[in-house]
């Protein structure tokens, strides 16, 4: 069973953090990108079952891959080109 924590900023201190469950990221390039973090990096790519049932649309039209890196952590790459920077 997981328990899942939830703090507000203010009451998080240094030194509280100990994982972050998933990284999402804005790419100009998808096909690029995939390859970086495939290929360049290593990183395993979420094919088939492992894509999340919301996500399944979006990566079949290819606006989003999924990576997890060795200690479990998710990086999502969005291809939205019309996003502006915050």
Not at 20 to 33: F, G, K
Not at 42 to 54: F, K, N, S, V
Not at 63 to 85: A, E, M, Q, R
């Amino acid at each position: 069973m997981t328990t899942i924590l939830t703090t507000t900023p203010s009451t998080l201190t240094r030194g509280d953090l100990r994982c972050v469950h998933h990284i999402a990221l804005n790419v100009r390039d998808m096909q690029a990108s995939r390859h970086f973090y495939s290929t360049i990096l290593g990183l395993h790519e979420l094919t088939g079952d492992e894509i999340p049932a919301t996500l399944i649309d979006l990566v079949a039209a290819g606006k989003v891959s999924n990576f997890v890196t060795p200690d479990g952590t998710i990086l999502d790459l969005f291809w939205t080109p019309d996003l502006t920077p915050p």
